[in-house]
């Protein structure tokens, strides 16, 4: 346990991608494989879930830190981290425990899951005396399920690939489905990540997808489109959907579907359950998951050769209602049908096809469709132009259709493991997000570096036109990125000057800022007060030019409903 909090304080204190490399090289190399194990899961990811109420953590903290709940409540603001506070409030002790990572989470923060607060309170005294300051912190970031340390999986994957002395594209492979929550980190699997590569490993993967691939924004204007990329008839050219991005996987007589963030989702989808007959083993594919119109869609009917779209696709917003269900019903299933829209094929017939050009791969897949004759798999349709201003004109019409623009792929291009050009380039020619000028109207203090400045703030339009004779503010969005450290100093300091009123965290300020929020959907909410709920806000600009009597009203995001 005291080795990996070592490692996390060394990782959270360097900017340096090479200095994080070279931590868990060293980690790695000298860690035990059942405590490597558990640190892959975390570093690359896993967020097992929360093992202790977070109000009980609080309670137990006050009470033997001797504090006052409102001085503690001051000190979790000022610091603005749950688990960072509790390690500096509580008396510091020593460490006393020589269990490893993986003792402590399969025998002692595991088992906690469930139990009667009374003895969760015995339990945790006597395990948090254990632990020196670091190991405390780190000790109830896993139990609350925060554990952030600024690792990207990819340098996760370069660390063991050069530890182990492996290709980082074949550990890459193996991680895929590593983190999901249906799969327990072991010394076995570990030591499956780092082997040497065998002959008949491609045989035994079972279930296991392959790393996606992922495309590169497109943000240049058409016109230096054929310099930057050349002719439009190098190129296969599709809509870009607005679903879950995943593979379906059929081996060995089983089927399942994996999400792009690697969580095994096959229970979530049951409408695909048929594709287990209908796919010849030794079978992946790639696509993108949508809510449809009719449970037993008709390719004929649906297809519009003239747009080159379906129209039965409807708004992701649709399809997320039933994303965060436990329990599908039959009346969501009816509700909101899915079908896959499938665009590449990983591997036929048992082979990997990844190397394969992308124009042989898409040939294969429309074939596979055709025999298959399965409403619920569909070929997403490649698009045709004269040139980029025919293409550019096609995406014009992406509002309309529910697609969030173009992808494009080189028709010569391999499959790669993530956002990579050495294997061929995707890129993603997105259109423009929607935007309105917002007020800021709320600010909270940010986490880890940024715990001492405001950096995550509420945003609201006017709910009546310039010339009303009474109107108000109403939030609709919440928003923290998208300004650079100077202009989030300069808001800060406003924030501090004009707030005139604080629900706990929260400060409410006197409405002085307009941004214009930008926003990749929107759709109709019961849950928001502004009857409006929208997708991946950010802030574009800071619009000092504007007084918050300009901003923007409700009438303007109910326009962009239309």
Same mark, same amino acid.
């Given at each position: 346990?005291?080795?990996?909090?070592?490692?996390?304080?060394?990782?959270?204190?360097?900017?340096?991608?090479?200095?994080?490399l070279?931590?868990?090289?060293?980690?790695?190399?000298?860690?035990?494989?059942?405590?490597?194990?558990?640190?892959?899961?975390?570093?690359?990811?896993?967020?097992?879930?929360?093992?202790v109420?977070?109000?009980?953590?609080?309670?137990?903290?006050?009470?033997?830190?001797?504090?006052?709940p409102?001085?503690?409540?001051?000190?979790?603001?000022?610091?603005?981290?749950?688990?960072?506070?509790?390690?500096?409030?509580?008396?510091?002790?020593?460490?006393?425990?020589?269990?490893?990572?993986?003792?402590?989470?399969?025998?002692?923060?595991?088992?906690?899951?469930?139990?009667?607060?009374?003895?969760?309170?015995?339990?945790?005294?006597?395990?948090?005396?254990?632990?020196?300051?670091?190991?405390?912190?780190?000790?109830?970031?896993?139990?609350?399920?925060?554990?952030?340390?600024?690792?990207s999986?990819?340098?996760?994957?370069?660390?063991?690939?050069?530890?182990?002395?492996?290709?980082?594209?074949?550990?890459?492979?193996?991680?895929?489905?590593?983190?999901?929550?249906?799969?327990?980190?072991?010394?076995?699997?570990?030591?499956?990540?780092?082997?040497?590569?065998?002959?008949?490993?491609?045989?035994?993967?079972?279930?296991?997808?392959?790393?996606?691939?992922l495309?590169?924004?497109?943000?240049?204007?058409?016109?230096?489109?054929?310099?930057?990329?050349?002719p439009?008839?190098?190129?296969?050219?599709?809509?870009?959907?607005?679903?879950?991005?995943?593979?379906?996987?059929?081996?060995?007589?089983?089927?399942?579907?994996?999400?792009?963030?690697?969580?095994?989702?096959?229970?979530?989808?049951?409408?695909?359950?048929?594709?287990?007959?209908?796919?010849?083993?030794?079978?992946?594919?790639?696509?993108?998951?949508?809510?449809?119109?009719t449970?037993?869609?008709?390719?004929?009917?649906?297809?519009?050769?003239?747009?080159?779209?379906?129209?039965?696709?409807?708004?992701?917003?649709?399809?997320?209602?039933?994303?965060?269900?436990?329990?599908?019903?039959?009346?969501?299933?009816?509700?909101?049908?899915?079908?896959?829209?499938?665009?590449?094929?990983?591997?036929?017939?048992?082979?990997?096809?990844?190397?394969?050009?992308?124009?042989?791969?898409?040939?294969?897949?429309?074939?596979?469709?055709?025999?298959?004759?399965?409403?619920?798999?569909?070929?997403?349709?490649?698009?045709?132009?004269?040139?980029?201003?025919?293409?550019?004109?096609?995406?014009?019409a992406?509002?309309? &259709? !529910?697609? %969030? @623009?173009?992808? #494009?792929?080189? *028709?010569?291009?391999?499959?790669?493991?993530? /956002?990579?050009?050495? +294997?061929?380039?995707?890129?993603?020619?997105?259109?423009?997000?929607?935007?309105?000028?917002?007020?800021?109207?709320?600010?909270?203090?940010?986490?880890g570096?940024?715990?001492?400045?405001?950096?995550?703030?509420?945003?609201?339009?006017?709910?009546?036109?310039?010339?009303?004779?009474?109107?108000?503010?109403?939030?609709?969005?919440?928003?923290?990125?998208?300004?650079?450290?100077?202009?989030?100093?300069q808001?800060?300091?406003?924030?501090?000057k004009?707030?005139?009123?604080?629900?706990?965290?929260?400060?409410?300020?006197?409405?002085?800022?307009?941004?214009? &929020? !930008?926003? %990749? @959907?929107?759709? #109709?909410?019961? *849950?928001?007060?502004?009857?409006?709920?929208? /997708?991946?806000?950010? +802030?574009?600009?800071?619009r000092?030019?504007?007084?918050?009597?300009?901003?923007?009203?409700?009438?303007?995001?109910?326009?962009?409903?239309?």
């Open positions: 346990m005291k080795a990996f909090a070592d490692l996390y304080v060394e990782l959270d204190g360097t900017t340096s991608s090479n200095a994080k070279t931590a868990m090289q060293n980690y790695f190399a000298q860690a035990a494989p059942e405590d490597a194990a558990w640190a892959v899961y975390f570093l690359a990811g896993g967020r097992p879930r929360q093992w109420p977070v109000r009980l953590l609080q309670e137990l903290a006050i009470e033997l830190s001797g504090l006052s409102w001085l503690f409540e001051e000190s979790y603001q000022a610091v603005g981290d749950l688990a960072e506070t509790i390690s500096l409030v509580l008396p510091e002790t020593r460490h006393t425990s020589t269990d490893g990572l993986a003792v402590w989470i399969e025998n002692k923060l595991l088992p906690l899951r469930g139990v009667p607060p009374r003895t969760l309170a015995k339990r945790l005294s006597a395990l948090w005396a254990q632990l020196d300051r670091h190991s405390l912190m780190l000790c109830i970031k896993l139990i609350t399920g925060s554990l952030r340390v600024g690792v999986k990819l340098l996760v994957t370069r660390a063991l690939a050069a530890m182990a002395g492996l290709d980082s594209k074949r550990v890459a492979q193996r991680l895929v489905g590593y983190t999901d929550l249906s799969n327990r980190p072991s010394a076995v699997s570990y030591l499956k990540l780092i082997a040497p590569e065998a002959p008949d490993e491609h045989a035994q993967r079972g279930g296991q997808p392959y790393p996606f691939f495309a590169h924004a497109l943000s240049q204007p058409v016109e230096q489109f054929e310099a930057l990329l050349g439009a008839s190098d190129w296969q050219v599709e809509w870009k959907w607005d679903g879950i991005r995943a593979q379906v996987v059929k081996r060995d007589g089983g089927l399942w579907i994996w999400s792009r963030g690697e969580d095994l989702v096959t229970e979530h989808f049951p409408e695909l359950d048929s594709l287990v007959h209908e796919l010849p083993d030794g079978t992946v594919i790639d696509g993108e998951i949508v809510a449809w119109k449970a037993q869609p008709d390719t004929r009917d649906a297809f519009d050769p003239q747009l080159s779209a379906f129209p039965a696709v409807q708004p992701f917003a649709l399809l997320q209602q039933r994303i965060g269900r436990k329990i599908l019903d039959r009346k969501i299933l009816d509700k909101v049908p899915v079908v896959i829209l499938a665009y590449d094929l990983l591997e036929w017939q048992g082979e990997d096809w990844r190397n394969q050009p992308q124009v042989i791969r898409r040939t294969q897949l429309d074939q596979l469709i055709t025999a298959c004759a399965n409403p619920v798999l569909l070929a997403s349709p490649v698009l045709t132009g004269e040139d980029w201003f025919d293409l550019a004109r096609q995406r014009e992406s509002r309309r &259709l !529910g697609v %969030e @623009g173009m992808m #494009l792929k080189a *028709r010569n291009a391999l499959y790669g493991v993530g /956002r990579t050009k050495d +294997m061929g380039v995707w890129w993603k020619w997105k259109v423009d997000p929607f935007s309105v000028d917002a007020v800021l109207i709320y600010a909270q203090q940010g986490h570096r940024r715990a001492s400045l405001y950096t995550d703030y509420t945003f609201a339009v006017w709910d009546g036109p310039p010339d009303a004779s009474e109107r108000a503010l109403v939030p609709f969005a919440k928003a923290y990125s998208g300004l650079t450290d100077e202009e989030i100093r808001v800060d300091s406003i924030v501090r004009t707030t005139v009123e604080k629900f706990g965290p929260v400060s409410s300020v006197k409405p002085t800022l307009v941004f214009e &929020l !930008g926003f %990749e @959907g929107i759709a #109709l909410s019961r *849950r928001h007060k502004s009857g409006i709920a929208v /997708r991946f806000p950010r +802030m574009l600009r800071w000092q030019d504007k007084s918050v009597e300009e901003a923007d009203s409700l009438a303007t995001l109910q326009d962009l409903l239309t």
